[in-house]
């Protein structure tokens, strides 16, 4: 069964710091999905990156940043230069191919990332 | 373009009662999925519907169904409501219903079994 892991369950930093989350799947699966999603106070999950396990280059968009590795099951996201706004919980989740999309998502327990100014 | 619509925000309900929660998804999008959270467990998926289909469901007694209707909105339903199921129930909506597709969430019902 597939299972994800983001051993970081809070993490604070000082404002314009950069910090890494770390993520860690299994699967068994050799095609399948890699996401992120940031959950505000308010709620909902906010979609932030896919990647598929085909595709291991990395992605940069403005201060975000993921390192995809197959040799090491990870999937890790950096901010760069982080501001107060970043603050929310974080989850990594994985979707394999073999359930058609009917399976649903496996999201890892989340980190509560804090800024401060 | 809208987003995931769930209503009501908020709920408080009694032991052994029932309850139905509601998603409308993004226009166009076929693929409704349905997820618990809770502080110890996290979130876990609860079941999936496509074109009016349930195609899969998690782990989760039958006192947890739902069903979607022509217009792909959706609804869920728990009977005999116990206090352990007081959690944020998210809907997500995706366009096309493989596992490649990126979800967009609601932003919850939060229930609260009293």
């Known amino acids: 069964a597939q299972k994800v892991t983001q051993a970081q369950t809070e993490i604070s930093v000082v404002e314009k710091e950069d910090v890494t989350l770390d993520c860690v799947y299994e699967?068994?699966?050799?095609?399948?999905?890699l996401f992120w999603y940031k959950q505000p106070p308010s709620g909902e999950l906010v979609f932030l990156i896919r990647?598929?396990?085909?595709?291991?280059q990395n992605e940069i968009s403005g201060r975000y940043s993921w390192n995809f590795q197959k040799s090491t099951s990870s999937f890790n996201f950096t901010i760069t230069a982080s501001q107060v706004v970043d603050s929310a919980v974080y989850f990594c989740?994985?979707?394999?191919?073999?359930?058609?999309?009917?399976?649903?998502?496996?999201f890892g327990k989340g980190t509560h990332l804090i800024i401060q100014p | 373009k809208a987003g995931v619509t769930q209503t009501p925000r908020y709920l408080i309900k009694t032991r052994g009662q029932q309850v139905t929660l509601s998603c409308s998804p993004i226009?166009?999008?076929?693929?409704v999925s349905w997820y618990q959270q809770t502080p110890g467990q996290g979130l876990q998926f609860l079941f999936e519907y496509f074109s009016e289909t349930q195609r899969n469901k998690g782990n989760f007694p039958g006192r947890f169904s739902g069903r979607q209707f022509s217009n792909s909105r959706s609804e869920m339903n728990v009977s005999t409501l116990e206090l352990g199921d007081s959690a944020l129930y998210l809907c997500a909506s995706k366009r096309q219903g493989t596992g490649n597709t990126e979800a967009f969430f609601g932003q919850g019902t939060r229930l609260t079994v009293v």
């Open positions: 699967t068994r699966d050799t095609t399948y999905y």
């Open positions: 226009s166009g999008h076929r693929s």
């Open positions: 990647r598929n396990s085909f595709d291991e």
């Open positions: 989740a994985l979707s394999e191919a073999s359930g058609g999309g009917a399976d649903g998502l496996t």
